[in-house]
């Protein structure tokens, strides 16, 4: 194994042994992106086509591209090449290459096993069958001395406080490698050439708040490029994490299909929370982009006061038809989540602490609309088992209409199946309307110890709910909210 700063501005000879240039960076191959193809273990390790050569002349230096089928040896000593033939053009950097000094060097990049953010301090790379690959980051101090002149004795000295990163789980904060001169001075004509696909997938072993902790190091723009490439789902689990000018910044950063895409993924009073710190033409312009019936959600949310129970209520939730049993509500939550398991369907929300009972007297046979005509809340894709077939009827989730009563996920699984709804329900007797103060429908969850609270209208209708963390979010100030963890935030 060999650092790169030792093999850095070292000779480079002809076959004859002849000094004809030094050695100013290495290349290496980032293998294309291929959801179809798995990923093999070589392909998290970059393998070194070619050398970039400092050649100087009469009129300066100038740097040639040497491909590696004309290196005959590398080592701390040098290059050997095979051919004395070097072609003069001036390297430039392809598709799909990568430069080590010039692109990654010095660069900041997560340790995703130490769920951490480091800089690059030099790289390690292994020589295996004749082919050289980037095996390693060495973020340590030593490794930076090591650098400086005559920096290896004082190196030694200070020893490697930090152990070497495995290359596989390491992922550049950026989108791409920048190009360079071969001297650390990236240009920006090549700062877009390369995106890491394969390590970034590793970026989905990291939990969504361990994910946040490294975006509020980042500016906009790098937790953009950081979150480009992962699952939706989970870069919206992550924004959620932060808070909501800074979900602002990081979308406003994003390729606008890409932003649209992770705001359907999270919850939408989040999504709404999130577009109210954007102005009026870019939240209009995201929500034209999304799903139609997710981005009508999301506008019904923005049409209340900030300050009001409306403006931080959320219509994630689960509400059936009073004339459903136990058992058949039990069979539908099981029937949704193993459809949203195979993609087929929307999943059920991540809190479920209780269902709300709705006086629907007998199965709709479509989607209903609501006073403002805006659809149901009945938005399940059309290839989905979204109704469970009763002898009443289909069931669905999403049941719309004046709330009755309230069932605790406790009571609903030690209940008969036989039952029917109301008589395990408790009534709503704790509700608010949207036009109420957020503080005031806060208070409420505080006084009656409520996990939600249900949000209708003057006629009883449900509309949404308000979550214990919303409440938590209303009530502490900012001073206490940064001292607690931040799930409760």
Same mark, same amino acid.
């Not at 993924?265 to 997710?294: C, V």
């Not at 009534?427 to 957020?438: G, H, I, K, Y």
């Not at 609270?453 to 709910?465: A, F, N, R, S, T």
């Given at each position: ?11 480079? $000879? ?18 294309? *992106? ?28 100038? @740097? ?17 090449? *095979? ?8 390297? /430039?950097?392809? =598709? ?11 660069? !900041?990049?997560? +340790? ?68 360079? +001169? ?21 970026? *989905? ?17 790098? *937790? ?21 000018? !800074?979900?602002? !910044? ?18 939408? +009073?989040?999504? %709404? ?9 870019? %939240? ?29 209520? =959320? ?16 069979? /539908? ?7 949203? /398991? ?12 209780? $269902? ?22 009945? =938005? ?65 969850? /505080? ?21 214990? @963390? +919303? %409440? ?18």
């Amino acid at each position: 194994m060999a650092s790169l700063t030792e093999l850095l501005d070292k000779p480079i $000879l002809d076959p004859s042994g002849d000094a004809v240039a030094d050695l100013a960076d290495l290349v290496v191959r980032v293998p294309p *992106s291929d959801p179809n193809r798995p990923v093999q273990t070589v392909d998290l390790y970059p393998p070194v086509i070619g050398l970039v050569a400092r050649l100087k002349g009469p009129r300066g230096a100038r @740097d040639v591209f040497i491909p590696w089928d004309q290196v005959r040896r590398m080592g701390n000593d040098g290059v050997v090449l *095979s051919s004395p033939a070097v072609n003069l053009k001036r390297f /430039a950097k392809r =598709t799909g290459e990568m430069v080590l000094r010039g692109g990654l060097r010095d660069r !900041q990049v997560v +340790d995703v096993e130490g769920h951490r953010l480091v800089r690059i301090n030099d790289l390690d790379l292994a020589e295996r069958n004749g082919v050289w690959r980037l095996v390693a980051a060495d973020v340590s101090p030593s490794a930076l001395v090591r650098r400086l002149p005559l920096g290896k004795r004082m190196s030694e000295r200070i020893g490697r406080k930090a152990p070497l990163i495995d290359w596989a789980m390491v992922v550049p904060v950026t989108g791409a490698a920048a190009g360079g +001169d071969g001297n650390g001075n990236g240009n920006g004509a090549g700062a877009q050439a390369v995106r890491l696909r394969v390590p970034r997938d590793r970026l *989905s072993l990291i939990r969504p708040v361990d994910l946040a902790d490294l975006l509020e190091q980042l500016t906009p723009q790098q *937790s953009a490029d950081l979150l480009e490439d992962m699952d939706e789902a989970h870069a919206a689990d992550t924004l959620e994490e932060l808070e909501d000018e !800074q979900q602002s !910044q990081i979308l406003r950063a994003m390729d606008k299909e890409r932003a649209a895409d992770v705001l359907e993924e999270m919850e939408p +009073d989040e999504a %709404a929370d999130t577009l109210q710190g954007m102005s009026d033409e870019e %939240a209009a312009d995201l929500l034209a982009r999304m799903d139609r019936e997710e981005a009508e959600e999301v506008r019904e949310l923005l049409g209340y006061p900030d300050d009001s129970a409306g403006g931080i209520m =959320t219509t994630d939730y689960v509400s059936v038809p009073q004339w459903a049993t136990v058992g058949e509500v039990i069979t /539908a939550l099981r029937v949704r989540g193993q459809a949203a /398991a195979q993609g087929l369907d929307d999943p059920l929300p991540e809190a479920l602490p209780e $269902l709300y009972v709705i006086a629907v007297e007998r199965p709709p046979q479509r989607p209903t609309t609501r006073k403002n005509g805006t659809k149901a809340r009945a =938005t399940s894709r059309p290839n989905a088992p979204a109704l469970l077939a009763t002898p009443k009827g289909p069931l669905t989730l999403e049941a719309e209409g004046r709330l009755v009563g309230i069932v605790a996920l406790r009571d609903l699984l030690l209940a008969d199946p036989e039952a029917n709804l109301t008589s395990v329900m408790k009534p709503a007797e704790c509700v608010a309307r949207p036009l109420d103060n957020e503080r005031d429908a806060a208070r409420l969850i /505080a006084d009656e110890d409520l996990v939600a609270l249900p949000i209708v209208d003057d006629e009883g209708k449900m509309l949404g709910i308000v979550t214990v @963390d +919303d %409440a938590i979010d209303v009530i502490l100030p900012t001073a206490w909210k940064k001292r607690m963890p931040r799930r409760y935030r």
